[in-house]
């Protein structure tokens, strides 16, 4: 004698669930549609809320978006009928031609009665605020505090001498800053925040008829901190998968037009001499190492490509390492009207530039480069050390261009400035 299992399994080879409740409900579709619809008979439905998936086979299922009916051909058949299971299973039997004979119909109670249910309405999504207008919140509710901020830079390795009142007056703390946008209109707290230093990102611009220095903001760079407020967050993403490379979240932000921008530390003078690196505490490493003036102001650019500029290249995008030239429509950082020596902070660990992948093997093609002139073309990759000589290059003869005495510095090869302060220390 079959078990229970197999009687199924049976049914399910000879009938499908659109079949079955066709017998008792109209169906939109052809028979042999894999998905139908039909009226809820269930609570009444006036719609087709009645939705059957994989209808052509037996093994599908129905359910009903307005009653919250889910069920298989079984589980229909019982309920339409009022029935057990076992008198759906002879029913079912019966349609099938298994056998002759069916459910009990002294035991039909007739279908059951179900009560639609308030579906929650989804809320339409709203759009996530702008980054620009995100950094000017930020920058609106955090607060100056000198003694945070300077806490994190000598956490850094940066000496206290170096973190002066003048030299943090671009600075502010905010101990629940935002990590992600929020949606417009919303609280921006109850998105995840964490502590962090905001500094104000600003262009130097000459403007008016009489042409005059202008330090226009265009935004915020903002640094989240570890508990100890003394160094860069280190927070694994909720989302983060077990095998993710990088589960962390992002532990700086960069928010509004910032790409031409820097942040000033210390009070702006034309004649002042200039340390212009990178990062704040790129510039800050590289003015105690190299001993700055408590009048001098630092630099920071906030990448390297706007620190540098671009490079001229021949065609084909050819880098003639023999001949590094400013590309004139990418110039490197610049204050407009500076007279004072400028002395430009490179690191001197940078990656080098592997060109792209060939994309079958998988290995890296170089750049394609010229050592020396009248050279041949050859690919290999740009070192760290080119690429630091490069950016050394580029900027110097971008200030040197609008009349500053300038020069490039670099720390001992494998480090940038703020590892090698704290060697120091």
Known sequence: MPTIDERKAEVRRRLTIGEVIARSWKLTGSAGSGRRRAKCEFHGSESLSFSVKDADKGDGFGHCF??????????????????????ALADLERMAGICEAGGDERAARGPVQRVKTDQPRRRA????IDTLDMGRWIWKHARRDDRTVRRYFMGRGVPEALTGAERLAQFRYMSDCPCFPWEAGTDPRKVLTAPAIVALV??????????????????VHVTFLNPEGTGTM?????????DDKEP?????????????????????RPDAKLWVGEGNETVLSGMAIG?????????????LDNLQGGMRKWRNNVWPLFDVRPDPERPCF????HRGEVVGLVDADMSPLRGQKHPRTGQYLGEALVERKGGPIVRRAVTGAERAR????????????????????????GLDFNDAVQEMV
């Open 125 to 128: 999504q709203r759009p996530k």
């Open 390 to 413: 490069i950016c050394g290059e580029l900027m110097v003869k971008g200030w040197r261009a609008i009349g500053c005495q300038a020069r490039a510095v670099q720390p001992p090869a």
């Open 248 to 268: 962390w979240l992002p532990k700086r932000l960069m928010l509004g037009p910032t790409g031409r921008g820097c942040v000033v530390l210390g009070e702006y």
């Open 66 to 87: 307005g009653c919250g009916w889910h069920g298989d051909m079984f589980k229909f058949v019982m309920d339409m009928k009022g029935w057990s299971f076992v008198d």
């Open 202 to 219: 600003r262009v130097p611009t000459m403007m008016g008829e009489v042409p005059a220095l202008e330090w226009v903001p265009v935004g």
């Open 234 to 242: 280190k927070r694994r993403a909720l989302w983060a998968k077990p």
């Open 334 to 337: 610049l204050v407009p009207g």
């Open 291 to 303: 001993r700055a003036d408590a009048g001098d102001v630092g630099i920071a650019t906030l990448s």
